[in-house]
């Protein structure tokens, strides 16, 4: 894990359903290392987002600005580590992650989050408050050979005060790698017809839980969710009336 940490790299993400995922993780098990930690392969994660009033970071998504920040707090629950992040997404399809490491959740920007803001992005931090909070489990695969890491995130949760979405039909698999060199992972998707296809966690989850946002571009998104989830009892979560 520490020789592909990967902070400055290109993402690939592929959505579909659980039901694929076993069939997929058996054809790739010569390839790839699985993390570890304490015995446990599957690990929980919690996210605090921050955004402005206005929701400006979901909105510069949303009308497919480049050049992009998304702005969070992550937890790692088994390790009981933290970071304060700052997630760009260049122009150019690069991610850059810069972190600082934290002690626990906040639910308020601090001082010295303020201060990385400001540093590290084009806003000053004091626009921000606390948005949604998204809950996950993740599997890591790290290739053998290759220069690349596969997070698989499964059984997806948003909150905000007292309401609650959960997806748990949903896979979110990321291929990060430099540049865009070979992958088998890759190769396994597309032999299931499983094609590349972009999914904000964030995006989603602000959208899912403020039906009033302006969602125009990501109408798309919300059908394929519809799809995947093969399930009336979710055609309520994704409707828009």
Known sequence: M?????????????IFNINKLSEILESVINNY??????????????????????????????????NRYKIRQREYLISNISFFEIKFKSNKERTIKKRIKTSGLENHITP????????????????????????FSRITLVHNTDFERITIDVDLKFEKENNSIE???????????????????????????????GMSKYSVGTLLLNKNLKYNNFKEKLLKLKKIAQNDKFDSIFNRN
């Open 2 to 14: 520490d020789g592909v940490t990967l902070q400055n790299r290109t993402d690939t993400k592929f």
């Open 33 to 66: 290392k699985i993390l570890e930690i304490n015995s446990e392969r599957i690990l929980n994660y919690k996210t605090q987002y921050f955004d402005t009033k206005n929701y400006d970071l979901y909105l510069n998504h949303q009308n497919t600005k480049l």
């Open 112 to 135: 010295i989050f303020e201060e990385f803001i400001k540093k590290n992005s084009p806003y000053n931090g004091t626009e921000f408050t606390a948005s949604i909070i998204n809950s």
């Open 167 to 197: 997806l748990p039909f949903l896979v979110i698999v990321e291929v990060k790698r430099e540049g865009y060199a070979k992958s088998d992972f890759i190769n396994i998707l597309k032999e299931n017809k499983i094609y590349s296809q």
